[in-house]
């Protein structure tokens, strides 16, 4: 998961992408406006089973 931390540290998640470079590319695109926020990746915790 993608994560946008402003200056105030609150978290929003920007998005779910399918590979951590992806993730990347996406955080790295939308850091280089100069803005005070600052991107996390975060692993997303596995789904449980449906029964």
Do not use: F, H
């Not at 951590?20 to 789904?47: C, T």
């Amino acid at each position: 998961m993608l994560i946008r931390q402003d200056a105030g540290g609150n978290r929003y998640r920007v998005g779910r992408y399918a590979t951590k470079a992806e993730a990347e590319r996406v955080a790295q695109s939308l850091g280089d406006a100069g803005a005070q926020e600052v991107y996390v990746i975060e692993r997303a915790a596995p789904r449980a089973a449906q029964t």
